[in-house]
């Protein structure tokens, strides 16, 4: 059975601040899909990682892909309140398989 | 383009009693998928659909559980009966799924059941 382990499930920083969320999965897998979720809405599909080495950047969010690792990072540049969200990573197995999810809030 | 649909938004139910959620996928998506999220949770994969074909419901229990796709479009999930630990948000979302990869998921805004 595939596993999704993020870490850190809350995180509280402040604005301008930098910070990663972590994506460990347990078998091998070549693709990953962050999500974002605001409270009380869907999922809004970030990033799509398809291969070894990806790296992909929207703003200040900038995702990357070790295959080898089995692990995922999203990292957060210079942080802003509109980042406060969830944030999902969701690798591919036979199906979709999410983590739990970071609670992100961004702070003056 | 229009997103995935789906209604209710909100639906407050007593167990044992039966709920019904509908779903419209984006136009195109042969793929549509019933996902079960708990509070602070991840969603979870109930039942897979490729067109009105099932691929895969080995998380959907079937036993209280039941979903169809009748004509590839729109597909319901109902529960009957209904047990407390059902509470839950039930999303709904659908891809184009050419060949045998998955392709990115579309989420609808999701059904949230309470039940009392």
């Known amino acids: 059975e595939l596993k999704v382990e993020q870490n850190p499930l809350f995180l509280s920083m402040q604005e301008g601040k930098n910070y990663t969320i972590y994506c460990n999965y347990s078998?091998?897998?070549?693709?990953l899909y962050w999500y974002r979720q605001d409270p009380g809405k869907s999922l809004e599909s970030l990033f799509v990682?398809?291969?070894?080495?990806a790296v992909k950047q929207e703003g200040r969010l900038m995702a990357s892909l070790d295959t080898k690792a089995r692990l995922s990072t999203l990292h957060i540049t210079a942080a802003v309140h509109d980042l406060s969200a969830t944030y999902f990573c969701?690798?591919?197995?036979?199906?979709?398989?999410f983590g739990k999810g970071t609670s992100l809030l961004v702070t003056p | 383009e229009a997103g995935v649909a789906q209604s209710p938004r909100y639906k407050i139910i007593e167990k044992r009693q039966s709920v019904a959620f509908w779903c419209n996928p984006i136009s195109g998506h042969a793929t549509l998928y019933w996902y079960q999220q708990i509070l602070g949770q991840g969603p979870k994969l109930l039942i897979q659909f490729q067109n009105n074909g099932v691929v895969d419901d080995s998380q959907l229990p079937k036993d209280r559980f039941s979903a169809e796709r009748l004509k590839g479009v729109d597909s319901t999930l109902k529960i009957q009966p209904a047990k407390l630990e059902d509470s839950a948000v039930y999303l709904c979302?659908?891809?184009?799924?050419?060949?045998?990869?998955?392709?990115?998921?579309?989420f609808g805004p999701g059904t949230r059941l309470l039940v009392l």
């Open positions: 979302a659908s891809s184009l799924d050419a060949g045998t990869s998955l392709e990115t998921q579309y």
């Open positions: 078998t091998t897998s070549d693709r």
């Open positions: 969701a690798v591919e197995g036979y199906a979709l398989n």
């Open positions: 990682l398809l291969s070894n080495g």
